[in-house]
């Protein structure tokens, strides 16, 4: 069973940064792709960055292109979200996702999730 806990929301100001985590467990990761969506107060959950486990491409949403970054540790089965210039519109409960084999940006197509981190950006 795929277990994924976040980790690392907060309080922040706008213009400062954030390193969200999500531990992964419960099986090997190699064919999976890794996702973050976010979803802010009476919106849809929305795509933010994926990546591919093995390989390591990484695919963003045009909203957060050159201010997040997304990785992985394989040897801690751990993905990240490093986000730096946050801004009031990034506030939001981010999740962490996971699905086989192909990258898809509905999160009606992930199989599994955790249970989210809270992201608050004052201004």
């Known amino acids: 069973q795929v277990h994924l806990v976040e980790s690392g929301g907060g309080l922040v100001q706008a213009g400062g940064s954030l390193r969200l985590s999500c531990a992964a467990s419960g099986r090997t990761f190699n064919t999976y792709v890794m996702t973050w969506f976010r979803q802010a107060p009476g919106k849809e959950r929305e795509f933010v960055a994926a990546?591919?486990?093995?390989?390591?491409?990484?695919v963003y949403a045009d909203s957060v292109k050159g201010r997040f970054a997304i990785s992985r540790d394989n040897a801690k089965n751990t993905l990240y979200l490093q986000m730096n210039s946050l801004k009031p519109e990034d506030t939001a409960v981010y999740y962490c996702?996971?699905?086989?084999?192909?990258?898809?940006?509905?999160?009606?197509?992930?199989?599994?999730w955790g249970q989210g981190t809270r992201v608050t950006v004052s201004s």
């Open positions: 996702a996971a699905r086989p084999d192909l990258l898809r940006f509905r999160p009606q197509e992930y199989d599994y």
């Open positions: 990546i591919f486990w093995s390989g390591g491409n990484t």
